[in-house]
């Protein structure tokens, strides 16, 4: 009853967000005047150009490394520019009029401070306020808790592998199975001895509106899902896990782990970034790695809330 209590909520919260951000979508892109990311040339109205889906910044088609317009549109729901693959910095969109004060009808922070940046992850006072109680976790709060995690835990001597959440979407998302299999082999995801994955559940005509943890295990050949919400990212789950196993290889053991669960319908971002947290320190500890406590979600917010603040 519980967990269907918490599926009614979290169906509702994603009818408004939806129509939020719909509303502030409509209203952004008028009169806008963008650059390519890439070449940092304007993009004039008669060039094609394509969205990555991590930074947001517009790419020429000839910039994307798409032969086609074709190929573009059948991979622009799951695009990830050179930039962003890579990990580099990216700027921001080029906004050639003051949208706040044309557009008072939508809900605009101004002079969103920006408080860190590494590794292309930039952290503003609006990403902080989604770790405000009752708050979704945004990309850049996942990525850049993975940067911390990254650099605790020496992940690269370690051979550990951490996926950010726009290309573990493109992986996801991708019909283009040659570029899929690059980003694969250039993060080394079945070379690594463990692989951390965090998944939603967003698709090409569906926003995202859960965060998961799939795990993989290279000295097992097993992937472990860590899901707040029993059932909810399989399919999203399924789909990723398709696209990593290696054709020539034998086929991985799947296990879908008992581990603690969010008790409301927003505390699975919290909850995957601890899924992390933990499991990190039982790889370290020697510890079985399915053996996680349940813990205090509105105090780990505000822990980490503090943390962002203070870097």
Not at 64 to 81: G, H, I, M, P, Q
Not at 209 to 223: A, D
Request: proline share 2%; net charge neutral; aromatic share 8%.
């Amino acid at each position: 009853m519980e967990d269907e209590k918490v599926m009614e909520e979290m169906k509702e919260v994603v009818k408004r967000e939806k129509e939020r951000k719909q509303n502030f979508k409509d209203a952004e892109t008028r009169d806008k005047i963008y650059c390519c990311s890439l070449c940092e040339e304007v993009i004039n109205k008669r060039q094609i150009s394509v969205e990555c889906i991590c930074c947001k910044e517009w790419v020429h088609l000839k910039c994307s490394k798409f032969e086609s317009l074709k190929e573009a549109r059948d991979n622009k729901d799951a695009y990830v520019c050179a930039k962003c693959v890579k990990g580099h910095d990216t700027k921001k969109k080029t906004d050639m009029n003051n949208f706040a004060e044309k557009n008072n009808d939508v809900e605009v922070i101004k002079n969103d401070e920006k408080l860190h940046e590494s590794e292309g992850v930039k952290i503003y006072e609006s990403d902080l306020e989604t770790l405000k109680d009752g708050e979704w976790f945004n990309d850049n709060i996942i990525s850049f808790a993975i940067d911390e995690m990254e650099e605790k835990n020496d992940s690269r001597s370690r051979n550990i592998v951490y996926v950010k959440p726009a290309v573990s979407h493109f992986i996801k998302e991708s019909t283009n199975d040659e570029y899929v299999e690059r980003t694969i082999k250039d993060l080394g995801i079945r070379k690594a001895d463990w692989a951390f994955i965090p998944v939603n559940n967003e698709t090409e005509n569906v926003g995202g509106s859960h965060w998961s943890l799939l795990l993989y295990s290279g000295s097992s050949n097993t992937f472990y899902h860590f899901d707040p919400i029993k059932g909810m990212n399989d399919r999203s789950v399924a789909m990723i896990v398709k696209k990593l196993i290696h054709k020539e290889k034998k086929v991985p053991e799947m296990k879908y782990v008992l581990c603690p669960r969010q008790k409301n319908s927003y505390d699975c971002g919290i909850y995957t970034i601890m899924y992390m947290e933990k499991i990190a320190e039982n790889i370290e500890a020697g510890v079985e790695i399915t053996k996680i406590n349940d813990f205090d979600a509105k105090e780990y917010r505000k822990n980490l809330r503090r943390k962002k603040k203070e870097v």
